[in-house]
């Protein structure tokens, strides 16, 4: 069946600008993490989604990340006026509900020039 | 001191060794534990769930100690294919993950 499918595959843009990265997960899963990971280092929070209860934020870096879940499926996750420090892999993962396994997307790779 | 700790490595060893990792975690309310296995450039995917019993997958064996908030994984007759990076996963009671900075494998022929 389908996985957890993330879009794009890599993004490359310029100091300042907003980016959009989108995940799409496994039909019916209810529980929906996005984390980032840089180079050589171990993924880092950003947000949990679980079915209708409000979203874990804690592990967003600044108020230029924000995310969001619509109808309960496809998440985006914003980065506004970015960062070369934004550069990274974003991962994004889905679970049947919390404390299930998770099954990750491929990544978003960011690149700020 | 971080969430979920692990030894970075990393461990190399030769094929058909027994390998051991620990990790430790802070929030005793912790509810549910995870190894993972990321390849190089990959993204990371479930290797086991972890059970108070302990439980055994093949040659990988994975246990939990509440009492000393640790989780283990095992790895008997090491391969080739086994070389990776080892993410030991906790969950709080509000289902919140935190990963590992994860343990390096390197099994030589």
């Known amino acids: 069946g389908a996985g957890v499918s993330q879009s794009p595959s890599n993004k490359v843009t310029e100091k300042g600008k907003d980016v959009e990265l989108r995940c799409d997960p496994i039909?019916?899963?209810?529980?929906l993490y996005w984390y980032r990971q840089s180079l050589g280092q171990g993924l880092e929070f950003l947000i949990y989604?679980?079915?209708?209860?409000?979203?874990?934020k804690s592990g967003l870096p600044s108020d230029r990340f924000s995310a969001e879940r619509t109808g309960g499926s496809v998440s985006t996750l914003t980065i506004q006026r970015t960062q070369q420090e934004d550069s990274a892999v974003y991962l994004c993962?889905?679970?049947?509900?919390?404390?299930?396994?998770?099954?990750f997307g491929d990544g978003t790779r960011l690149s700020i020039l | 001191r971080k969430e979920v700790e692990q030894d970075p490595g990393p461990f190399n060893v030769p094929e058909g060794a027994t390998v051991a990792f620990n990790c430790t975690y802070s929030?005793?309310?912790?509810?549910?534990f995870f190894w993972y296995r990321q390849d190089c450039r990959k993204e990371p995917k479930l290797l086991m769930s972890?059970?108070?019993s302990g439980n055994e997958d093949g040659r990988f064996t994975a246990q939990l100690n509440r009492a000393s908030q640790y989780i283990s994984l095992l790895i008997r007759d090491s391969k080739l294919s086994d070389s990776a990076t080892y993410l030991c996963?906790?969950?709080?009671?509000?289902?919140?993950?935190?990963f590992g900075d994860g343990t390096t494998l390197t099994v030589k022929p």
């Open positions: 993962a889905s679970s049947s509900r919390s404390h299930q396994p998770q099954h």
């Open positions: 039909s019916g899963h209810t529980a």
């Open positions: 989604f679980q079915g209708n209860s409000a979203p874990d």
């Open positions: 929030n005793s309310a912790s509810q549910s």
């Open positions: 972890v059970y108070s």
């Open positions: 996963v906790v969950n709080t009671n509000a289902g919140k993950s935190t």
